[in-house]
Each structure stands twice: as C-alpha cells, then as structure tokens.
C-alpha cells in the first residue's frame, strides 16, 4: 500500500464530523484522548470537567470498572451473536431487568443500537400495532416543536428542529407538531416544573378535531426536551396529554433517551412524572456510553396484538443486524449493576438541590436571559449576539473548553447535565468556570 497524507494519524481531512463545524474544528482541534470518572483528558494533557456526561450519556462516569470488565470478559467468551432466530441469554436478562424498573404493563423490550433507531422502531411498532388490530387508517404521527429525536427519517419528520428539517425536506407524510412548551414570558428562571403552560396540551385536541382521531396513530414527545435546550414540562402537561391520547385511542411515545437512566432523580420520566406512556424509547445511559445501544420498551397490549397467526411466521419485519448485541448487553447490564450498587439515581436526587442553586446563582450574570433545572439538568439561555445567533454560546462553550470545563451549548443555550457521580465541589468548579466565561465573552 502506497504511503499517502491520507494515511496519517495527523491528517484530519477524512473524517467529516457530526454536528460540527468542521472546518472551525480543524483550524484548533479539541482532541480527548482519555477519560476516567468526572474528567476527560485532552491531547495537551490537561483534565477536562465534563459537564455534560459526554453527550448526555455516561452517567455512570468515565471508565467505570465493572463496565470495562464485562465487556473485555464478553469479548473474549462470544463476540456476535445473531438476534434473527437466534438468542443469547444475556439480552433475554437485560430485557426483563430493564422491564423490570418500568410501571406494570410496560413489560416488552425490542433492542436498536441508538437513540435514532429507538425512535424510528418505537414509530414503525405503533404504526405496525394499529394495523395488526385492523385499524390501518390510523398512520399519521404527532411531534412537537423544538423536539429532538434523532435523526432517522421518521425522527426528523416528528422532531421540530428547523434545520434539520430545512436541510433534508419532508422525510414522511402526514405528520404534524403540537406547539412546544418555552414559554419565557411567563415561566423565566423556573426551579422544577414550570407553572404556566399545562394548557398547551389541548392543542392536541385541535389537532384531533382537524385530521380525525381515527387517522392519528401516535403522539411522541420528550417529558424534557434536552437537544434543543432544556424546555421542562409544565405542572400537569404530561398528564393531560395521557388523558387525551387515551380519550381518541391514540399511542402515547415517551423519548427518553436523556432522561432514562437516573437523569431526573429517578429511574425514569415515567416514574418521575407518574405518567406511563404506551412505549418508551431509550438509549444513551443504558450502556452509560460505553458501547451503542438502545431499545424501545412498550406495553403488553401492544405486544400481544402481534402475536396471531401461525407461530413459525416472523410478527415484526423489523430489526437490526446488532439488535441485542452481546458485547453491548454486558455493558447494559454491568451498567445497570453500577447504577443499583452504587445508588446512582437516589445519589443524583439528594445531590439536585446543590445543582439547582448553583445554577440559579448566575441569575443576574451578564448575557443570561433565563435559567432553569429539572433534577442533575440545566439549561442557561443567553441575549444573542444581534445578527449572530449562536454566535456568543459558542464562544462560551470554546472558553469553557480553554479553562477545562466541557459544556455544551444549543442555539445560544449552554445545556448542562454531568453524570451522575458528580460531586459538590465538581458543580462549584461548572458553575464557577461558566461565571467567570460568561464576564469575559461579548
């Protein structure tokens, strides 16, 4: 093979990242190279505090023991196994353990290998369900604005984030959105749930009035919507979006793949809320990061109106080549180990209040414009740059980076939420670091 630039472990021309201004990037790379617990290690070798749980993923922290011992110990005993006709037994126990955390009647898991496909499987199942009870005319879906799920064809057309959906056009018919629930004129620097806003649920109600509840197969939304900036649900929202879901017979899809896993203060939004939805996505947290996957758990009713017809024909079409992935599995369940011996989510709940007033302390900082938290999540909304949105949350995000801080920042919001593992003085070194950027940025 012939020598060329492109082989070499400096040329970062090849890699066409995600989500990222390339080019930027490129001219002043920010290389991490290692991570253990609350820090990453950039190439410089300098600690990096991450504030974000990497990307709202690791909330068992960095490194964890138990995870990397599993996964080099399943590597080496079975490293693939088909899911088509076959099994392994320890996806069979990951799924009845994850069920296990889940309400009553929640009590079935289909396994993806992220966040996109957990939304784009969560849409096929409710459309496949309706037509499985003979009520195939119901196939259109109901997002939200300002709703992230991924970026699947079926994620973007329910998600409400306008680039996305400037950039790729209409991926399916018959979609529509209900109005989302940022409401900073009446609900500035909430603590928790905001007050104001619970009304907004009865647009569903109008949007059933103007397509017929007997088209509408699914509503999905995320309890807290994080990609797009931290908007909380306002006080009995969710409940009366169940209400009226169940009142047309529509599906109620809860995306929790940020919130699953001990984000809240709680196993799950689900719990969190009191609110049981017909199926739940996931992701993210349920490996803590540390090998991709995800999955969606939905109710027995749903699973059973597939189980007719001769038992030797496949009930779903659906599925993916890694759907239950070995290596992945062990990782989930040594997660899951972690998060019950450590007591991560009980841990995330005592530590929240610290959290909350931490945050709310940068109330009168310059640029900040609203704050607001909901359990280990954070979001501080800053005054644009006139002519420049995202230009000044950016600049932030860079200064951060520079004074060993990871935030991450959405439009001109920085978004927090740290794994789960964080300590008092970690929040004091976030939110210090933030105060001290935020005086010195335009």
């Given amino acids: 093979m012939p020598d060329s630039a492109a082989s070499s472990p400096n040329n970062l021309d090849a890699f066409w990242m995600p989500f990222t201004a390339n080019r930027q990037f490129k001219s002043n790379p920010r290389m991490l190279v290692s991570a253990k617990g609350m820090f990453y290690q950039n190439a410089e070798c300098k600690q990096i505090l991450d504030g974000t749980a990497g990307l709202w993923c690791c909330n068992a922290g960095h490194g964890e023991p138990r995870i990397v011992k599993a996964v080099s110990e399943q590597i080496g005993e079975m490293d693939y196994a088909p899911a088509f006709q076959m099994g392994h037994p320890k996806i069979f126990e990951l799924a009845a353990r994850v069920t296990g955390m889940f309400p ?18 969560a849409l096929k199942i409710a459309l496949a369900y309706h037509r499985a009870r003979g009520d195939s005319a119901r196939t259109r879906l109901i997002g939200r604005e300002r709703g992230y799920h991924g970026t699947g064809f079926g994620g973007i057309s329910v998600g409400g984030i306008v680039a996305n959906r400037r950039t790729f056009g209409t991926m399916l018919t018959g979609v529509d959105h209900l109005p989302h629930t940022h409401l900073p004129e009446k609900n500035a620097y909430s603590r928790g749930q905001p007050e104001h806003g619970a009304e907004l649920a009865d647009e569903l109600e109008r949007i059933v009035a103007l397509h017929d509840a007997s088209t509408i197969a699914a509503v999905i939304v995320e309890p807290v919507a994080g990609s797009t900036g931290v908007i909380l649900p306002p006080k009995g929202y969710l409940e009366r979006l169940r209400a009226i879901c169940d009142k047309h017979g529509i599906l109620l ?143 932030a995000f860079l200064k951060c980076y520079e004074k060993g801080v990871m935030i991450r920042t959405t439009g001109d919001i920085i978004a927090l939420s740290p794994p789960l593992i964080v300590e008092k003085s970690h929040i004091d070194q976030i939110f210090d670091t933030i105060r001290g950027v935020l005086r010195e940025v335009a």
């Fill in 253 to 395: 899809i809860f995306d929790e793949v940020i919130t699953g896993f001990g984000r809240l203060g709680s196993a799950f939004a689900t719990d969190f809320f009191g609110v049981k939805p017909d199926l739940v996505t996931l992701a993210k947290g349920l490996t803590s990061g540390t090998i991709p996957m995800g999955g969606v758990v939905c109710s027995k009713d749903i699973y059973d109106a597939f189980m007719n017809g001769p038992e030797n024909m496949i009930e779903l079409f659906h599925g993916y080549t890694y759907s239950g992935h070995p290596v992945a599995a062990a990782a989930a369940l040594a997660t899951l180990d972690c998060y019950k011996e450590e007591g991560l989510f009980e841990r995330a709940n005592e530590i929240a209040p610290y959290w909350e007033e931490a945050l709310h302390s940068l109330k009168g900082e310059a640029h900040v414009i609203d704050l607001r938290n909901l359990g280990l999540i954070g979001a501080i909304e800053l005054d644009p740059m006139p002519g420049k949105p995202t230009a000044r949350a950016f600049d």
């Fill in 104 to 121: 009553s009647g929640l009590d079935h898991m289909f396994f993806t290998n992220s966040g996109s496909e957990s939304v784009d499987t």
